[in-house]
């Protein structure tokens, strides 16, 4: 597979191109069939889903909440999660087809248990999105297991960049990849922070660098490529104008051909271009300045809080927790809560905290549920 060889760095002039189906199959198979054999006809290397395992993932309050959105499937948001959710079943069938097109298969496992159902299923690697970055006993799970592991960065900081490397190198894993991304759909010009693409490459030499973008059109993630970006992720659709959260910042099938075709024409090696010398050979725009712009760190953006809000992961209550007990791992979990809680990142450091209030499974762990 093309992706163990970046990873290795036993080839450093071509670029592993992954089109996101995630949601965009609108909880169709036979659509989703349709889709994987028009991102092997665009020269992708691979086709990506999202999985979830819905309890496991989110708590009940974020599930029962109300989904009013254009884009809802259902009335709840549970509703609507379950109707893009595949079954094994239907998993075998798309893996079974991509194994007949000759197309990767993957998913991102977006929990613990969906990670356990991908490395069952045996992928070739497992993508871990933005909202599991700062996922620490998940990222350190998915280190354990003897795959590659795509590791996105969007909604997070750079010491929490710091973070995923240093567990990485603490658990002996080095076939892993980090991808740039800005969690914010679609994400104008001036946010897209393609810099940091070279910022991650000076900063972290050993780890292979990709990009994962929601911007419309191409050239951005051209630039990216040019920047040093050895995996390039993109939604995919084959419309945008249809109903759910994310066609319209996906590439149709003649874009992402486009885009695969720009990518191969590239001549590339491990030295990557300046950024004026990107902007000058890609024809700049304004679009391609504002993305190109110096970036001093990686913050986590304005434009990315609407998602992190919705999709970041909390601390929650694994079991109903009595006030004045002190919380030990077993009593937390890490999902997406309604209301949210503390950030999933600072998981390990409460262990051993007093507890201010009771605390029902399933609910928010807040600061003021602890006493420091
Ligand atoms: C952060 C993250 O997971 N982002 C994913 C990948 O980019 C998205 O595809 C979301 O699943 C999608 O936008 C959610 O939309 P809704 O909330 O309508 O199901
Ligand atoms: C959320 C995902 O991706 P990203 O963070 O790269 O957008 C994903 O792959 O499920």
Not at 237 to 255: F, M, N, V
């Amino acid at each position: 597979m093309l992706l163990n060889d970046i990873m290795s760095r036993k080839v450093v002039d071509a670029v592993y191109i992954i089109a996101e189906i995630g949601q965009n199959h609108q909880g169709c198979v036979e659509t989703a069939k349709k889709m994987i054999w028009e991102a092997k006809k665009a020269g992708c290397h691979c086709v990506k889903f999202q999985k979830s395992d819905l309890p496991a993932k989110f708590t009940r309050s974020a599930l029962n909440r109300e989904y009013i959105s254009d884009h809802a499937w259902g009335k709840t948001y549970g509703e609507h999660k379950e109707y893009l959710e595949f079954s094994k079943d239907q998993y075998l069938q798309l893996q079974a087809y991509c194994k007949e097109l000759g197309v990767d298969f993957t998913a991102s496992a977006m929990d613990e248990r969906s990670l356990e159902f991908l490395a069952d299923l045996n992928v070739p690697f497992i993508k871990i999105g933005s909202g599991d970055a700062n996922n620490f006993p998940l990222l350190k799970k998915a280190a354990s297991l003897d795959l590659p592991l795509v590791i996105s960065t969007g909604m997070q900081t750079m010491q929490t960049v710091e973070r995923i490397v240093h567990t990485m190198r603490e658990a002996g894993k080095q076939n892993y990849a980090l991808m740039h991304c800005v969690s914010s759909y679609p994400t104008a010009p001036e946010d897209c922070n393609l810099q940091l693409i070279s910022l991650f490459r000076r900063r972290f030499p050993d780890v292979v660098i990709g990009y994962s973008g929601h911007e419309l059109g191409v050239v951005v993630s051209q630039a990216a490529v040019l920047l040093g970006a050895r995996i390039v992720e993109r939604h995919f659709t084959l419309d945008k104008s249809q109903k759910g959260s994310d066609h319209r910042c996906s590439l149709e099938p003649q874009e992402l051909k486009a885009l695969t075709a720009a990518i191969s024409n590239f001549e590339l090696s491990s030295v990557s271009l300046s950024p004026k010398k990107i902007f000058q050979k890609l024809n700049g725009s304004r679009e391609l300045e504002a993305a190109l712009r110096d970036v001093e760190n990686k913050t986590i953006l304005p434009c990315e809080l609407p998602c992190r809000n919705k999709l970041g992961k909390s601390i929650v209550a694994a079991r109903s927790l009595k006030k004045g007990g002190r919380l030990q791992l077993a009593d937390m979990a890490i999902k997406v809560s309604e209301p949210s809680g503390l950030t999933a990142e600072v998981y390990l450091d409460i262990v051993g905290k007093e507890l201010a209030d009771n605390i029902g499974e399933d609910e928010p762990i807040y600061g003021s549920s602890i006493i420091i």
